[in-house]
């Protein structure tokens, strides 16, 4: 059982691609051996800067020769028939043999395949690994066609067994194959040849290489924080930082260095990003202080000095990168103190959407939106407001320019240093959340209000535009945008209805659409709307506002626009409904528990909805409650046929006086009293109770349907019994649409 | 070679001296406003066509935006770049790099240079690479770049190109930390200059021009002109009715498109340019020096037959 080693030497690979190369290869490789007839034992892929590499041990000398036989068409069957079947098995006609069948003669063909040795296997497979290698991004070099990530310079492919090694022969547009590698580009230059993989890893290390990407990482991390803590100090953790810098050295090197005293006093995160965006180097804190004063590098050098100019170079770089840093900072800090007013200017150059204006625009919808919306959140209007005007200034200072990834971030140092309100600061850094589904999501209230009222902009703008998320498409992230709303209402408890604020904003947006002549109406349309609360209201609006607008448009366009909307707002909050099942489902409750829900009124008003929504998933998973589901469903089935079949409604009360059996009328004193407490509490929006009262029919409901017969031959009874079966329809339906419940 | 260089001029010497010694043909600068070296008609449109090629030259470059007034210790309107086109790229283009830092006093040994990704685009030339940034002790000092398209074509073969920022680069070298104190000629010389000497006076009056006068309504009348020429030059009829020959203007045409170029980063840098207008503004150089590659590649020197 031969060992294969493959090495696939370049010049340097992206560190981000390093990892997945190797997976790559293996799979490549190993996939295509087995569907050869190969087989093996264990497989390893390793990855540096410079080489990919692949060992696999216990590897067949040859595949297995194969004989298949295969019955074909009757002898004398058309000659297209035979024709083809002697192409599909890739043989002859002098290659059939001619058999007895139950029907007849009938042709066989019998395919062998001889083993094949698995250096010609390898040598294969390994072309067609390296010629449709699936690089994120490859590229071509000198004249020849080749494509590599960056120019393939020698391949290392080997089969080595006690008797010793053997290369297997492979050229790739001139490129061929040896038992050869090299080391460290600068301390281990020349080549040298290996025997097999254990040979192989060894000698790279006398060389100066470290194969294994996780051995480098761990040798980094360990002497960084070894060197961190003899001065007191630890490195700040950054595990993709490790990964990416583990990629970009064969022989790591940690030094660490010193950051001049003059830029102490940057915020830590510009310190840390700073330092990781440009230069690849590690945060070092000091625990007591919790300030980044050192940093650690890592070369792929040992030096005479003992990377005394390696160091003092990297200091004098990083020295210019916050010098920079410093003069942004600074810069910055006169504009917020002075209040902020030129980067708010700036922004109504910065487009958001082309339909949808500026970020300046924006910012206006936003603020008018969050002082809406802060009653219901339970912040001050006036915060809300001005912190919504001030949460995007950051976007335009140096200091986010150069670090986009600092965005929020700085607005809340620049909103703490222009001496704002520290609710504000905080909503200029906290609205941005929740980003993904684990991210946390702000509890201050002027922070809930201005996220709510900045993503609600986003989707309303989208909805009017007609830009909604199609399919896999959702290239404004509309849908983690909806996911977001849902997860700052719920979890703040936000009890709000919803419908009234997506009309006003799509209104908003549609104004800005069709252009000035409707901006001044659609102002004050909507803000006449969110005054009146309600959707239907909205006529008498428009009515004002046409009598109010200068230019007279006719009535058909206000119906239009006025339809339109609605149409929107309702499409937005079915949207709205759908993440939320899904959202609600990661939870454990079922999407027709939902669906019932959602079918009641009020369902604009997602706290409300999710509580009716566990109280009915609570109710459904007692006995009392399942069952129920079963008697309600009986008796509207019953009611149903009846009503069709007589064309009235049963809904004319139930008369006590007309009740004969006993049953009959415990389900009166049971409904009676149902009737009592469901009241109440659906007014108190106490679902809760409203259910445990629903469920508490459910003897009675069962009693009367084993004990009392409907359909009673005297048509007083029957009509009696039909209306009392339609006061248990009401009963359940005003909790919930029961309807909707499956099984 | 083996002592460090003492100037900034001995720099650039020591590299033109290293790469002719390579075999490439030492050109002199393009003699027009360019952003950068690869703006040299010797690298983007020697880039195209089949024909070997091997060039190297200092390309004075301009990034109206990056003026400072001389007072940023590394930032600046006016500095220059070091160029190296070979084509094809050799199979040993990252050891002659290595050979060129040696040369100028990088001691490999003594430091830490590596090569960190970086991928190359030029939006306006419609061209784009693979490579890497070169790192010295942390600070990148060249770039290093694989043609793959350029002017929208597919570069075969694949030409390698290496671009020094050769202020940064002589600054480290040389122990500097500010631009301006840095010593253009021999600080031994009987009238030692300083980068100061030569270029502080320029850089205050470039920054304020670049920033505060340069009138736009002129400057888009000069864009949309250098636009309307470029295309007025290659809409002509490949034979010259004076001479009968077959004369393609690729050059002259491509002038056209370096000058919109250039004239577009002077508007950049007044703030005219809103952020959806800029990339129509790219778009349109863009398309320019697409129709530019198209003409150069029926050309001769663009490898077509003669």
């Given at each position: 059982?031969?060992?294969?080693?493959?090495e696939?030497?370049?010049?340097?690979?992206?560190?981000?691609?390093?990892?997945?190369?190797?997976?790559?290869?293996k799979?490549?490789?190993?996939?295509?051996?087995?569907?050869?007839?190969?087989?093996?034992?264990?497989?390893?892929?390793?990855?540096?800067?410079?080489?990919?590499?692949?060992?696999?041990?216990?590897?067949s000398?040859?595949?297995?020769?194969?004989?298949?036989?295969?019955?074909g068409?009757?002898?004398?069957?058309?000659?297209?028939?035979?024709?083809g079947?002697?192409?599909g098995?890739?043989?002859?006609?002098?290659?059939l043999?001619?058999?007895?069948?139950?029907k007849?003669?009938?042709?066989?063909?019998?395919?062998?395949?001889?083993?094949?040795?698995a250096?010609?296997?390898?040598?294969?497979?390994?072309?067609?690994?390296?010629?449709n290698?699936?690089?994120?991004?490859?590229?071509?070099?000198?004249?020849?066609?080749?494509?590599w990530?960056?120019?393939?310079?020698?391949?290392?492919?080997?089969?080595?067994?006690?008797?010793?090694?053997?290369?297997?022969?492979?050229?790739?547009?001139?490129?061929?194959?040896?038992?050869?590698?090299?080391?460290?580009?600068?301390?281990?230059?020349?080549?040298?040849?290996v025997?097999?993989?254990?040979?192989?890893?060894?000698?790279?290390?006398?060389?100066h290489?470290?194969?294994?990407?996780?051995?480098?990482?761990?040798?980094?991390?360990?002497?960084?924080?070894?060197?961190?803590?003899?001065l007191?100090?630890e490195?700040v953790?950054?595990?993709?930082?490790?990964?990416?810098?583990?990629?970009?050295?064969?022989?790591?090197?940690?030094?660490?260095?010193?950051?001049?005293?003059?830029?102490?006093?940057?915020?830590?995160?510009?310190?840390?990003?700073?330092?990781?965006?440009?230069?690849k180097?590690?945060?070092?804190?000091?625990?007591?202080?919790?300030?980044?004063?050192?940093?650690?590098?890592?070369?792929?050098?040992?030096?005479?000095?003992?990377?005394?100019?390696?160091?003092?170079?990297n200091?004098?770089?990083?020295?210019?990168?916050?010098?920079?840093?410093?003069?942004?900072?600074?810069?910055d800090?006169?504009?917020?103190?002075?209040?902020?007013?030129?980067?708010?200017?700036?922004?109504?150059?910065?487009?958001?959407?082309?339909?949808?204006?500026?970020?300046?625009?924006?910012?206006?919808?936003?603020?008018?939106?969050?002082?809406?919306?802060?009653?219901?959140?339970?912040?001050?209007?006036?915060?809300?407001?001005?912190?919504?005007?001030?949460?995007?200034?950051?976007?335009?200072?140096?200091?986010?320019?150069?670090?986009?990834?600092?965005?929020?971030?700085?607005?809340?140092y620049?909103?703490?240093?222009?001496?704002?309100?520290?609710?504000?600061?905080?909503?200029?850094?906290?609205?941005?959340?929740?980003?993904?589904?684990?991210?946390d999501?702000?509890?201050?209230?002027?922070?809930?209000?201005v996220?709510?009222?900045?993503?609600?902009?986003?989707?309303?703008?989208?909805?009017a535009?007609?830009?909604?998320p199609t399919?896999?498409?959702?290239?404004?992230?509309?849908r983690?945008a909806?996911?977001?709303?849902?997860?700052?209402?719920?979890?703040?408890?936000?009890?709000?209805?919803?419908?009234?604020v997506?009309?006003?904003?799509?209104?908003?947006?549609?104004?800005r659409?069709?252009?000035?002549?409707?901006?001044?109406?659609?102002?004050?349309?909507?803000?006449?709307?969110?005054?009146?609360?309600?959707?239907?209201?909205?006529?008498?609006?428009?009515?004002?506002?046409?009598?109010?607008?200068?230019?007279?448009?006719?009535?058909?366009?206000?119906?239009?626009?006025?339809?339109?909307?609605n149409?929107?707002?309702?499409?937005?909050?079915?949207?709205?409904?759908?993440?939320?099942?899904?959202?609600?489902?990661?939870?454990?409750?079922?999407?027709?528990?939902?669906?019932?829900?959602?079918?009641?009124?009020?369902?604009?008003?997602l706290?409300?909805?999710?509580?009716?929504?566990?109280?009915?998933?609570?109710t459904?998973?007692?006995?009392d409650?399942?069952?129920?589901?079963?008697?309600?469903?009986?008796?509207?089935?019953?009611?149903?046929?009846?009503?069709?079949?007589?064309?009235?409604?049963?809904?004319?009360?139930?008369?006590?006086?007309?009740?004969?059996?006993?049953?009959?009328?415990?389900?009166?004193?049971?409904?009676?009293?149902?009737?009592?407490?469901?009241?109440?509490?659906?007014?108190?929006?106490?679902?809760?109770t409203?259910?445990?009262?629903?469920?508490a029919?459910?003897?009675?409901?069962?009693?009367?349907?084993?004990?009392?017969q409907?359909?009673?031959?005297?048509?007083?009874l029957?009509?009696?019994?039909?209306?009392?079966?339609?006061?248990?329809?009401?009963?359940?339906?005003?909790?919930?649409?029961?309807?909707?419940?499956e099984? | 070679?083996?002592?460090?260089?003492?100037?900034?001029?001995?720099?650039?010497?020591?590299?033109?001296?290293?790469?002719?010694?390579?075999?490439?043909?030492?050109?002199q600068?393009?003699?027009?406003?360019?952003g950068?070296?690869?703006?040299?008609p010797?690298?983007?449109?020697?880039a195209?066509?089949?024909?070997?090629w091997?060039?190297?030259?200092?390309?004075?470059?301009?990034r109206?935006?990056?003026?400072?007034?001389?007072?940023?210790?590394?930032?600046?309107?006016?500095?220059?770049q070091?160029?190296?086109?070979?084509?094809?790229?050799?199979?040993?283009?990252?050891?002659?790099?290595?050979?060129?830092?040696?040369?100028?006093?990088?001691?490999?040994?003594?430091h830490?240079?590596?090569?960190?990704?970086?991928?190359?685009?030029s939006p306006?030339?419609?061209?784009?690479?693979?490579?890497?940034?070169?790192?010295c002790?942390?600070?990148?000092?060249?770039?290093?770049?694989?043609?793959?398209?350029?002017?929208?074509y597919?570069?075969?073969?694949?030409?390698?190109?290496?671009t020094?920022?050769?202020?940064?680069?002589?600054?480290?070298?040389?122990?500097?930390?500010?631009?301006?104190d840095?010593?253009f000629?021999?600080?031994?010389?009987?009238s030692?200059?300083?980068?100061?000497?030569?270029?502080k006076?320029?850089?205050?009056?470039?920054?304020?021009w670049?920033?505060?006068?340069?009138?736009?309504?002129?400057?888009?009348?000069?864009?949309?002109?250098?636009?309307?020429?470029c295309?007025?030059?290659?809409?002509?009829?490949?034979?010259?009715?004076?001479?009968?020959?077959?004369?393609?203007?690729?050059?002259?045409?491509?002038?056209?498109?370096?000058k919109?170029?250039?004239?577009?980063?002077?508007?950049?840098?007044?703030?005219?340019?809103?952020?959806?207008?800029?990339?129509?503004?790219?778009?349109?150089?863009?398309?320019l020096?697409?129709?530019?590659a198209d003409?150069?590649?029926q050309?001769?020197a663009?490898?077509?037959?003669?």
């Open positions: 059982m031969p060992d294969l080693l493959i696939l030497f370049s010049e340097e690979i992206p560190a981000r691609m390093q990892t997945r190369a190797a997976d790559d290869l799979k490549l490789v190993t996939d295509g051996l087995v569907e050869a007839g190969l087989t093996y034992a264990g497989a390893a892929a390793f990855s540096t800067p410079r080489r990919l590499a692949l060992s696999l041990d216990g590897l000398a040859e595949s297995k020769a194969t004989r298949e036989e295969r019955k068409p009757k002898v004398g069957a058309p000659d297209k028939a035979i024709d079947f002697l192409r098995a890739g043989v002859t006609r002098e290659d043999e001619i058999r007895d069948d139950k007849g003669q009938v042709y066989f063909a019998v395919i062998e395949k001889p083993g094949r040795l250096a010609d296997i390898i040598a294969e497979v390994l072309e067609k690994t390296i010629r290698f699936p690089w994120p991004k490859s590229m071509r070099w000198g004249d020849g066609p080749l494509k990530v960056r120019p393939l310079h020698s391949i290392i492919c080997i089969l080595s067994d006690e008797a010793g090694a053997q290369v297997v022969p492979l050229d790739i547009d001139g490129i061929t194959s040896g038992d050869s590698t090299r080391g460290h580009r600068f301390l281990a230059p020349d080549a040298f040849s025997t097999g993989f254990d040979d192989y890893e060894a000698k790279l290390k006398r060389a290489v470290i194969l294994r990407a996780d051995e480098r990482a761990e040798l980094i991390w360990h002497d960084a924080t070894n060197q961190a803590f003899a007191g100090l490195v953790e950054d595990r993709g930082l490790l990964a990416e810098v583990a990629g970009l050295v064969e022989w790591p090197v940690v030094l660490l260095g010193q950051i001049a005293d003059t830029f102490l006093g940057l915020p830590p995160e510009v310190l840390q990003t700073s330092m990781k965006e440009h230069q180097f590690f945060s070092v804190r000091n625990p007591k202080t919790s300030r980044i004063e050192r940093f650690v590098t890592v070369a792929n050098m040992e030096t005479a000095d003992h990377g005394a100019t390696i160091l003092a170079g200091q004098k770089v990083l020295f210019a990168r916050l010098a920079d840093a410093k003069f942004f900072w600074e810069n800090l006169r504009v917020a103190k002075a209040g902020m007013d030129p980067w708010l200017e700036s922004l109504s150059n910065v487009t958001f959407h082309n339909k949808l204006g500026s970020q300046k625009d924006r910012i206006e919808r936003i603020a008018a939106l969050a002082r809406e919306i802060a009653p219901a959140v339970g912040a001050d209007p006036e915060l809300a407001e001005q912190a919504a005007r001030v949460a995007k200034a950051d976007l335009s200072s140096e200091m986010v320019y150069e670090f986009p990834e600092l965005q929020g971030l700085m607005g809340r620049y909103a703490t240093e222009a001496g704002l309100d520290a609710s504000v600061a905080a909503a200029c850094q906290e609205h941005y959340s929740p980003l993904g589904p684990s991210d999501v702000p509890t201050a209230p002027v922070s809930v209000a996220a709510l009222a900045d993503k609600i902009d986003t989707l309303t703008g989208f909805w535009i007609d830009e909604k399919g896999s498409k959702d290239p404004f992230a509309l983690r909806a996911l977001g709303v849902i997860r700052l209402v719920l979890e703040n408890s936000v009890s709000s209805k919803l419908l009234p997506f009309q006003l904003t799509v209104l908003k947006h549609m104004a659409v069709r252009g000035s002549e409707y901006a001044m109406m659609a102002d004050k349309a909507a803000l006449a709307l969110i005054e009146a609360g309600k959707q239907n209201e909205a006529a008498r609006v428009f009515e004002a506002l046409r009598a109010e607008a200068a230019d007279t448009s006719d009535e058909e366009a206000n119906k239009k626009l006025l339809a339109a909307m149409a929107m707002a309702a499409d937005l909050l079915s949207f709205f409904h759908d993440r939320l099942k899904v959202f609600l489902k990661d939870k454990g409750i079922r999407h027709d528990i939902i669906d019932a829900c959602i079918a009641m009124p009020g369902n604009d008003d706290t409300l909805l999710v509580k009716r929504a566990e109280a009915l998933a609570e459904l998973a007692t006995d409650g399942e069952n129920l589901i079963q008697g309600f469903k009986r008796a509207n089935n019953i009611l149903t046929q009846a009503e069709e079949k007589d064309g009235v409604e049963y809904s004319y009360g139930a008369d006590i006086k007309f009740a004969e059996d006993d049953a009959e009328k415990a389900l009166f004193a049971a409904l009676d009293a149902a009737d009592a407490k469901i009241a109440p509490a659906m007014a108190a929006e106490d679902f809760s409203a259910m445990t009262a629903m469920a029919i459910r003897p009675a409901v069962d009693a009367f349907f084993t004990d009392v409907v359909n009673a031959d005297s048509q007083v029957r009509r009696n019994r039909l209306n009392l079966l339609s006061r248990i329809r009401n009963l359940c339906l005003s909790v919930a649409d029961l309807t909707k419940i099984g | 070679m083996a002592d460090k260089p003492r100037s900034f001029q001995e720099i650039i010497l020591r590299l033109q001296t290293y790469w002719a010694s390579k075999g490439c043909a030492i050109l600068p393009y003699d027009m406003e360019v950068a070296g690869t703006f040299h010797a690298t983007t449109l020697r195209l066509g089949s024909k070997a091997a060039a190297a030259y200092v390309q004075p470059s301009r109206p935006t990056d003026g400072r007034y001389g007072e940023n210790p590394n930032r600046l309107q006016h500095y220059y070091y160029q190296v086109l070979i084509k094809p790229s050799p199979p040993d283009l990252q050891e002659l790099y290595l050979g060129s830092l040696k040369a100028i006093g990088i001691d490999a040994s003594l830490d240079i590596r090569f960190v990704e970086d991928d190359w685009e306006t030339l419609g061209a784009w690479g693979l490579g890497w940034e070169v790192w002790d942390g600070m990148e000092v060249s770039q290093f770049t694989y043609f793959q398209q350029v002017g929208g597919d570069c075969k073969p694949v030409s390698g190109e290496l020094y920022g050769l202020e940064r680069l002589a600054m480290y070298i040389l122990g500097v930390d500010h631009v301006m840095m010593p000629n021999d600080p031994q010389s009987p030692p200059l300083t980068y100061r000497d030569v270029f006076q320029t850089e205050e009056e470039y920054a304020r670049n920033f505060d006068v340069a009138d736009t309504d002129i400057l888009l009348q000069h864009f949309k002109d250098a636009e309307a020429e295309q007025r030059i290659l809409e002509q009829p490949a034979e010259d009715p004076k001479t009968g020959k077959r004369i393609i203007m690729a050059h002259p045409a491509y002038d056209q498109c370096i919109a170029s250039h004239l577009f980063n002077l508007l950049d840098a007044r703030g005219v340019i809103s952020v959806t207008e800029r990339q129509a503004y790219i778009g349109r150089v863009r398309t020096a697409k129709a530019c003409a150069f590649v050309t001769e663009g490898g077509a037959a003669a």
